[in-house]
């Protein structure tokens, strides 16, 4: 089946550890991205990927840092840096690479909870 | 600037009424239009979406929203819902000059038994 797998659904960490968030898909989309859901909030982009080897930040990249060295799988690791990082990290995808005129398919979604 | 409006935070119907939600987006050239439903803990479907031709589309589950350029909207309808409709429905506008997706904030759906 294709789809997306974000792995794992939750992770807890202590406060002042990076952690890195899994994202892998298999539909052979050439856009990936990351965004971030507070309680009772929509979603805002932190980056974005539109090919291989190449990102860029979204609405609230700060604290946040990716990379997309396959097509496959684009990581997203949650720094120190990041001054509230509990929320619920949702993963997506789509056929759009520079023209971005596509759906975007999502993953389950990692919460992480950071003490 | 571009922007998704969801005027309603929070809408409760009963089982078997009918529904609509709204959406409103900046205007703007050539949008292409998207609902997405959410339940709680899980990831985003895509329910429908309009790209061009016909302005009103139908989608997954007994849904359909029609696309007014005039009023800037596209909302979405079910004629009947059902329990198993509870959850939080997101509009999203993407703008062909653009190269990600704008999402509303959100309109959770309840339903009364």
């Known amino acids: 089946d294709g789809g997306i797998t974000q792995s794992p659904k939750y992770l807890f960490r202590k406060e002042g550890q990076n952690v890195t968030l899994s994202c892998e898909q298999n539909?052979?989309?050439?856009?990936m991205y990351w965004y971030r859901q507070d309680p009772g909030q929509g979603l805002r982009l932190i980056y974005y990927?539109?090919?291989?080897?190449?990102?860029q930040k979204g609405d609230i990249a700060e604290g946040y840092s990716v990379s997309r060295e396959k097509k496959e799988s684009f990581p997203l690791t949650v720094t120190s840096a990041q001054k509230n990082p509990t929320a619920f990290y949702l993963c997506?995808?789509?056929?759009?690479?520079?023209?971005?005129?596509?759906?975007?398919?999502f993953g389950p979604g990692t919460r992480l909870t950071v003490t | 600037a571009q922007s998704v409006t969801q005027p309603d935070i929070h809408i409760t119907v009963s089982e078997g009424a009918s529904l609509e939600l709204r959406c409103n987006y900046s205007y703007g050239a050539t949008p292409y239009l998207f609902w997405y439903v959410q339940s709680p803990g899980q990831g985003l479907q895509l329910l429908l979406k309009?790209?061009?031709?016909?302005?009103l589309v139908q989608g997954i589950k007994g849904f359909e929203a029609e696309f007014k350029r005039s009023q800037s909207s596209f909302n979405l309808r079910k004629p009947s819902v059902h329990w198993s409709d509870a959850a939080e429905y997101f509009c999203?506008?993407?703008?062909?000059?653009?190269?990600?997706?704008?999402f509303g904030s959100g309109t959770r759906l309840s339903i009364r038994p």
């Open positions: 539909l052979n989309h050439d856009a």
């Open positions: 999203a506008v993407l703008y062909s000059s653009a190269s990600k997706i704008i």
């Open positions: 309009y790209f061009s031709g016909d302005t």
């Open positions: 990927s539109q090919i291989v080897n190449d990102f």
């Open positions: 997506a995808s789509s056929m759009g690479g520079k023209t971005g005129t596509y759906e975007q398919y």
